[in-house]
């Protein structure tokens, strides 16, 4: 089945620090959205991206689509301590299968102050 | 009102009992879902409802019985579960057809099987 994969698993930085997160995948994607879920919380959407070669911003959250439409990214400026936890792409899986997601592993952002 | 609700928020069972898991909206969202997420993993998509219909069914074993009684409302009913189950289990919704048709997630329940 499709798979996405999403690095790095794991990202130490500093307050004020920049963060990057990647997601690839082998086929195309119709769109990718990203979640994010803070330590004992659940996901919360944060931005879904449709066209090739989007680029959207949300305060200090830039995020982009390939124009191939098979990798994308999330980078965050500053980072800030409420930037804390794990962060998922998700891509549709496509088919016959409408609503199935298909996660990255997820990063998860560690902010020390 | 944007707001996925779920029932209860810890819930301890033995390997024996019988027990059910509750889902809300009022967003007017005709897709449901089911996911289980273990710790620092992504959620792994269980059951989708389309339009209370169960469209997807991801393999999941008997034990575990969604339900849809109505567009607002779904369970998900446990039964004779084993330790390996114990996770979190999340409820989401999302538009049919329409884009964005991003998912909202409740809060989940903490399940532990003892």
């Known amino acids: 089945g499709q798979q996405v994969m999403q690095i790095p698993q794991y990202q130490h930085v500093q307050e004020g620090e920049d963060f990057t997160t990647y997601c690839n995948s082998s086929?195309?994607?119709?769109?990718i959205q990203w979640y994010k879920q803070r330590p004992g919380g659940h996901p919360v959407f944060l931005i879904q991206l449709v066209k090739s070669g989007e680029v959207k911003k949300q305060k200090r959250l830039t995020f982009q689509f390939g124009e191939a439409k098979k990798n994308s990214s999330l980078h965050i400026t500053a980072t800030q301590t409420t930037d804390v936890g794990t962060y998922f792409c998700?891509?549709?899986?496509?088919?016959?299968?409408?609503?199935?997601?298909?996660f990255g592993q997820g990063t998860i952002l560690t902010v020390h102050p | 009102d944007t707001e996925v609700t779920q029932t209860p928020k810890h819930l301890v069972m033995g390997m024996t009992n019988k027990k059910s898991l509750k889902c809300e909206q009022h967003?007017?969202?005709?897709?449901m879902y089911w996911y289980k997420q273990k710790a620092k993993k992504p959620p792994e998509l269980m059951f989708v409802y389309s339009y209370e219909k169960l469209s997807i069914n991801e393999s999941v074993p008997s034990r575990f019985s969604p339900e849809c009684p109505n567009s607002s409302l779904l369970n998900l009913h446990l039964h004779a579960l084993q330790p390996e189950d114990s996770a979190l289990y999340l409820c989401a919704s999302s538009q049919v057809g329409v884009l964005p048709d991003e998912q909202y997630f409740g809060p989940g329940t903490r399940l532990t099987v003892t």
């Open positions: 998700a891509a549709p899986a496509g088919g016959t299968s409408y609503g199935k997601l298909t």
């Open positions: 086929t195309t994607l119709s769109n």
């Open positions: 967003m007017g969202h005709r897709a």
